[in-house]
Structures are given as C-alpha cells and as structure tokens.
C-alpha cells in the first residue's frame, strides 16, 4: 500500500504537471495517477514518502521545510482520522471529507507554500469544494 503524507492529498488538488524539476514531476504523476485519478487505497503518515524520494528539498535527515508541512500533515491526520493514528483511507472517502474544510482553514494550511502564489492551489481546492474535477495528465 502506498504510503502518503497528508497534505499531499492537497498538492495533488492543485497539481498541474510543475514542480521543481523534471524527476520530481515524473515520478509527482506516477503517484498522482494511482492515488489521484485510480483510487488507490493509502495508508496517511506524516514523514517523508513516495513523493518525498525525489524532491531536492529531501535530504538525509529528511525533508528541509519539516516543521512546517509535519504540521499539516498532524492537522489533517486529525481532520481526517481522529486519534486513529494509524490510518488507511480510499481517496475519494478522504476527498469528502477535505471538501467539508473551510476555505478559511485551507488558506491557514497552504497559504505559506510557495507553490500558493500560482493560484492552482486555491482553485483545485474551491473545485473540490463545487464537485468539479481537476485532473491533468489522464
Ligand atoms: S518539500 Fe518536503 S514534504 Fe514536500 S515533497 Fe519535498 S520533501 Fe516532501
């Protein structure tokens, strides 16, 4: 089962095929296609994971920005599962519940992330919000 950090269930509302370099994004679609658009059933962490592995921000001691996302990744977690700390989810069940968030409390989250500024973020997220789609890549 892959193994996801929470807020990249939030990355991929607003992925549209850039990130920090041509390995990230390749293997960003390879997980994007079985999790995002196929479903596929992921066990929720909040360290470095399957998208982590080729980001230039993952270093030996993990990931640079740590503190920051670890701290989204527990609000989520906690959004998501309670005190089950331990928790496996479908993604679309973890879809229906993300778009019961406040926009208010999406901008708390992303807002500081330097992809926010493109404005995708904010848009898959609203999408989600009004039942719309936000695929790329299929
Ligand atoms: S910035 Fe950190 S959390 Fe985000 S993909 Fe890179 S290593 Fe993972």
Same mark, same amino acid.
């Given at each position: %089962?892959?193994?996801? $950090?929470? =807020? =990249?269930?939030?990355?991929?509302l607003?992925f549209r &095929? #850039?990130g #920090?370099n041509?390995?990230?994004? +390749?293997?960003f %679609? !390879?997980?994007?296609q079985?999790v995002?658009?196929?479903?596929q $059933?992921v066990?929720?962490i909040?360290?470095?994971?399957?998208i982590c @592995?080729?980001c230039?921000n @993952?270093k030996?001691? &993990?990931?640079?920005?740590?503190? @920051?996302?670890?701290?989204? +990744?527990q609000f989520?977690?906690e959004?998501l599962?309670g005190l089950?700390i331990?928790?496996t989810?479908s993604?679309?069940?973890a879809?229906?519940y993300?778009?019961k %968030?406040?926009?208010e409390?999406?901008? !708390?989250l992303?807002? $500081?992330c330097?992809w926010?500024? #493109?404005?995708?973020c $904010?848009q898959?997220?609203?999408?989600?919000?009004? &039942? &719309?789609?936000n @695929?790329?890549? +299929?």
């Open positions: %089962m892959i193994k996801l $950090r929470a =807020h =990249h269930l939030l990355c991929f607003g &095929g #850039y #920090y041509k390995g990230f994004v +390749d293997n %679609m !390879r997980v994007y079985k995002y658009i196929n479903n $059933r066990k929720i909040s360290s470095p994971d399957v @592995k080729n230039p @993952k030996t001691e &993990g990931c640079l920005q740590e503190e @920051k996302v670890k701290k989204k +990744d989520l977690i959004y599962f089950n331990n928790g989810i993604p679309k069940e879809y229906q993300l778009a %968030m406040s926009i409390e999406f901008e !708390r992303c807002s $500081r330097e926010y500024s #493109y404005g995708f $904010r898959g997220f609203l999408n989600l919000k009004n &039942g &719309g789609d @695929k790329v890549g +299929d």
